[in-house]
């Protein structure tokens, strides 16, 4: 009943509460609230989930259509208050610590985490309502608990006298568990605080400055005080204190990651650029010390890491490589490898962020400095990788080790800067120049290696979409020609059939092919005819022989790309065509295009329905571009073929899913010549398709009307579709001979 009653509150609220809101005859909807109030903080934990739901449906509601919220402020502060008691330990303990902390579920999030997740995703949507209301019932509680926190100090104490072994001299069960729920409440909220950032820049940031300053110095302090202390060093008598402690210091240095927000816009503020300085100051030395000290707690040294790449790519602090702390981190770059991988990847894409990324407001970014320092720094990173050199021989577990990671690198930097000025991408290319060359020159040593081979197209993929200018068209069409031969001579046959990192790097390649045939650069059209070879004579065979479901897509993809982008090649443009021969369509390369949609055809007779979608999609895309099914060679040779395999499928329901564009597409070739559909297609479809007598064909025929109509002509499709297939359903049940 619970069930039934939260989805009916849940589709009330989705679909006509608002239109109850604006009737004049309906008032209570505040009335109404307060119910859903009680109800949901009075259910169990499902359905209280699932109240949280109709909440965020009520509140995106509210946001969307600008709704006045004076006249639901108390019904917002009560939401808000609740959901903060609901969250902490000091008001529901009983029910919390029963929660799942540490079984992670398919989005990587353990029942603790989502609970949390879900209770700030409510306070945020309200703080899109009511942002300084919401602001100061989440941050009184957080300030308090940081008070505590900040205090616990005084409850350290040398162990037996040795200053570099220290304990926490809370030891008292009782007193150990109070401090266990705080500390997890002040994880909690600094979780929240950290959300709160939005709503103090933008048009709202001088009003509330003061607010934003005192929480991000408190912030500061928080961050600063834990890397002094290290509680999460001390012994303590209760363990799980431990992972308190690193718990709220990585939460604090996550939320300062968010108000780095903040801070940018702080840097336009003239009058407060002490105060950007210092902020950005102690952010570093926030997060430095964590990564340039062994054996520190793994989840720290992740936080830290974000916050530097953060702070590096959103704050851009101006010449922020003379602080010292950074300093250390590039002479300290090359031997990082003591932090998780994952980690340092972050801490040298920050790194290069400093020296790529132009900061704010300056006419001189000191380019030529820049230079210098990039090159030493990627250098020191990349010199394990230019010693393996163009080496045939298979790599050693170290040197898989050090591709990987170079290439994981190059791959992030070059994402990085996509959306970057090209003074950007003119510094990064002069640097890495080298390193691109030999990953080329590496590709065909390494094509028997799926996991090195994926991240090697990973890269070009990027590159070319983010350094084309600055690749040049030799080297990019070097680089596609040297995939080509390499897949068409060994790579394909084997990969596609295999399952994993082989499939995989087939659908990296083909994703590529489908980026080259769709720029327009004159320089690919070159590629067009070994691009159309290595699909269909290639690929295709082994894909509709393995039934390859994520190859499937790419592949049509790639043809796709070349009927949209390279049309040309397959029909002059209507200025030549006129100048040669007016009245003639110009059409070259039959058989490859004949190929082509004749393998869209083959696409519409297997099971996947992805790929007929995207198949179907794409020949009317093409026929409202180019005129497709108007093309004499469509007309004439396929244009009936086609008709009969998407009735058929409308008849036996095999994509019943897309009937409706299946019919538009139906309505869209026979539109070519209605005439000819009506007096010459439908007949012989008729004439061939099984289990109908003569008698019930003509009644099929005759009761199709002449309509030209989309509404109607799909009506007369569906009408045909239902009939044909009662007559097949009929006649199946008689016995045999009787019809």
């Known amino acids: 009943f619970l069930e039934k009653l939260t989805e009916f509150l849940r589709l009330f609220v989705a679909l006509h509460l608002h239109r109850l809101e604006e009737s004049q005859k309906f008032s209570p909807v505040r009335e109404f609230l307060t119910l859903l109030f009680k109800y949901t903080f009075h259910t169990d934990l499902n359905q209280f989930y699932r109240c949280l739901e109709v909440w965020s449906i009520f509140l995106d509601h509210m946001h969307v259509r600008g709704t006045p919220t004076e006249k639901y402020q108390d019904a ?320 050693s577990i170290q040197a898989r080790s050090v591709i990987i990671s170079t290439l994981k690198l190059l791959s992030d930097l070059v994402n990085h800067i996509q959306s970057e000025s090209s003074h950007s991408k003119k510094l990064l290319y002069s640097v890495i120049q080298g390193n691109i060359h030999q990953t080329l020159s590496m590709f065909p040593v390494f094509v028997r290696c799926p996991d090195i081979c994926e991240l090697i197209l990973d890269f070009f993929i990027i590159a070319f979409a983010s350094l084309q200018q600055q690749l040049g068209a030799s080297f990019t069409e070097q680089t596609v020609q040297t995939f080509i031969d390499v897949f068409t001579r060994f790579y394909i046959p084997v990969s596609l059939g295999q399952e994993g990192a082989g499939t995989r790097v087939v659908e990296k390649f083909l994703q590529l092919l489908q980026f080259v045939m769709a720029e327009p650069s004159a320089s690919f059209k070159r590629f067009v005819p070994s691009t159309i070879s290595l699909c269909l004579e290639h690929v295709l065979p082994q894909v509709f022989e393995t039934q390859s479901p994520d190859v499937k897509p790419a592949v049509f993809g790639v043809l796709h790309a070349i009927l949209l982008h390279k049309w040309q090649y397959f029909y002059q443009t209507s200025v030549l065509r006129t100048l040669s021969e007016p009245g003639v369509e110009g059409l070259q390369n039959k058989e490859e295009l004949v190929n082509i949609l004749q393998a869209y055809g083959q696409s519409f007779l297997q099971p996947d329905i992805n790929v007929f ?26 244009l009936p073929r086609f008709l009969t395999v998407l009735l058929n499928a409308l008849i036996h329901k095999s994509h019943a899913l897309l009937a409706e564009e299946i019919a538009v597409a139906l309505y869209n070739m026979a539109s070519v010549n209605f005439v000819a559909f009506h007096n010459l297609f439908l007949p012989e479809f008729l004439r061939s398709s099984d289990g109908l007598d003569d008698g019930q064909r003509s009644i099929l025929q005759r009761n199709f009307k002449n309509d030209i109509d989309l509404p109607s002509f799909t009506q007369n499709i569906q009408r045909l579709v239902n009939d044909l297939r009662c007559y097949r359903l009929c006649n199946a049940s008689l016995p045999a001979g009787t019809w």
């Not at 939460?251 to 210092?278: F, I, N």
């Not at 979608?613 to 040779?637: C, I, M, P, T």
Request: hydrophobic fraction near 40%; glycine fraction near 2%.
């Open 76 to 395: 917002f502060v009560l939401l808000i208050q609740e959901i903060l008691m609901k969250m902490q330990f000091k008001h529901n303990r009983t029910q919390l610590e029963v929660l799942d902390d540490e079984t992670l579920d398919d989005d990587e999030q353990t029942e603790w985490q989502n609970y949390l997740r879900q209770c700030i995703e409510i306070i945020a949507k309200v703080a899109e309502l009511a942002p300084m209301e919401t602001y100061g019932l989440v941050h009184d509680p957080w300030k308090e608990a940081s008070i505590v926190y900040l205090r616990l100090e005084r409850a350290v104490a040398a162990q037996d006298g040795n200053e570099n072994r220290r304990r926490l001299t809370v030891t008292d069960t009782h007193e150990c568990l109070q401090l266990h729920c705080l500390l997890r409440d002040l994880s909690s909220l600094t979780q929240a605080v950290g959300r709160m950032y939005p709503h103090f820049i933008g048009q709202p940031f001088n009003a509330r400055f003061p607010h934003a300053q005192q929480l991000v110095s408190r912030l500061s302090v928080m961050a600063a005080y834990g890397i002094r202390l290290k509680l999460y060093h001390l012994q303590v008598s209760v363990p799980v204190l431990t992972a308190d402690f690193i718990e709220v210091h990585a939460q604090v240095l996550a939320a300062l990651k968010a108000w780095c927000h903040w801070l940018a816009q702080l840097y336009t503020e003239t009058s407060l650029r002490t105060l950007y300085s210092q902020f950005v100051l102690d952010m570093v030395n926030s997060s430095v010390p964590l990564l340039l000290t062994k054996a520190e707690p793994l989840k720290l040294c992740h936080s830290a890491a974000h916050l530097l790449v953060t702070l590096s790519g959103t704050v851009r602090p101006p010449q922020i490589w003379e602080l010292e702390p950074i300093r250390e981190m590039y002479h300290a770059a090359s031997s990082l490898v003591y932090l998780h991988p994952e980690a340092q990847r972050l801490v040298h894409l920050a790194l290069c962020n400093t020296l790529l990324l132009p900061s704010p407001g300056m006419n001189d970014q000191l380019w030529d400095l820049r230079h210098k320092l990039l090159t030493s720094l990627l250098g020191s990173l990349m010199s394990d990788f230019q010693r393996l050199g163009c080496s045939s021989d298979l790599p």
């Open 613 to 638: 979608g995207q198949n179907l999609r794409s020949l009317e895309q093409l026929n409202s571009k180019w005129k497709l099914y108007h093309k004499a060679v469509f007309r004439d040779e396929l």
